[in-house]
């Protein structure tokens, strides 16, 4: 159980491994997704200009049972398009369902994505101690790295697709009493595009079990050219040890919320 590292092999041309070439494997990757007709038909249409795709593991976990050794792995193909953009898709191998043979799921956002990685992950049942006791240790391994890591500054690529309605959906759900307010919502109905990126986040091991924060940067672009930003924030930082999300209206009001809760433990 835990985040594996970068390089680790993988289904298609394997992580870390450039593809060039029309489509870039596009088709062998949704061949084998169970779920490639969620894809949509504007999205498949900018990724028949794919000319190359790297691939990186992002996430990794598994259980040697019993009943039955089960692993997840998260992976992400970054596609280099012929307009000079990029695209991702996010794809998971596992291995949780009824039979146990290998299942594909392919995701074109970070939401969806994290919505059925909690679905795969709650199969794998309650960790271990020894379980906890590795993903600490091995996140905390990672920290140095993962600290100096130098991200390359993409520029944004915004989603026209329903935008104001996207920035109500994340005021919705927020938690916090102290979320971006009427204000806000009226600035962001004029949203005409949207862009949603992870920033960062931070885990540890508490009270027998591993609890931490994701943040997500949801950019949106105006009618009027301006750009706002909402920072979401998803922990477990509760006694239930459910999802949570909470919201906010700097990246650095997100993040020293999150470290005092984490640090309250």
């Not at 299942?103 to 101690?129: I, K, T």
Request: hydrophobic share 35%; aromatic share 6%.
């Amino acid at each position: 159980m835990g985040n594996a590292r970068p390089g680790e092999a993988g289904p298609g041309p394997g992580p870390g491994r450039p593809v060039d070439g029309k489509g870039a494997g596009v088709e062998q990757l949704l061949a084998r997704a169970q779920n490639a007709f969620e894809v949509g038909e504007e999205l498949l249409e900018r990724l028949t200009s794919a000319l190359m795709a790297h691939t990186e593991l992002a996430s990794f976990r598994q259980r040697k049972g019993p009943p039955r050794k089960l692993s997840r792995r998260t992976l992400r193909h970054n596609y280099l398009l012929a307009d000079g953009s990029n695209l991702t898709l996010w794809e998971i191998e596992h291995n949780t369902g009824p039979g146990g043979d290998p299942r594909y799921e392919v995701y074109a956002d970070p939401e969806s994505l994290a919505a059925a990685q909690y679905l795969v992950d709650a199969r794998f049942g309650d960790p271990s101690p020894e379980e906890l006791e590795a993903e600490a240790v091995d996140w905390l391994a990672r920290l140095p790295e993962l600290a100096a890591l130098e991200l390359p500054q993409n520029p944004r690529q915004f989603t026209e697709d329903r935008s104001a309605e996207h920035a109500w959906r994340v005021l919705r759900r927020a938690e916090n009493e102290d979320a971006p307010g009427e204000q806000m919502r009226r600035r962001l109905l004029s949203a005409i595009g949207h862009d949603i990126t992870y920033v960062t986040g931070r885990h540890l091991r508490a009270g027998g079990r591993v609890v931490g924060w994701t943040l997500y940067e949801h950019a949106f672009l105006l009618a009027t050219g301006e750009e706002v930003s909402l920072w979401e924030v998803e922990h477990t930082m509760n006694p239930e040890g459910r999802p949570v999300c909470e919201v906010y209206d700097a990246e650095r009001a997100a993040c020293d919320a999150a470290d005092l809760r984490l640090e309250a433990l």
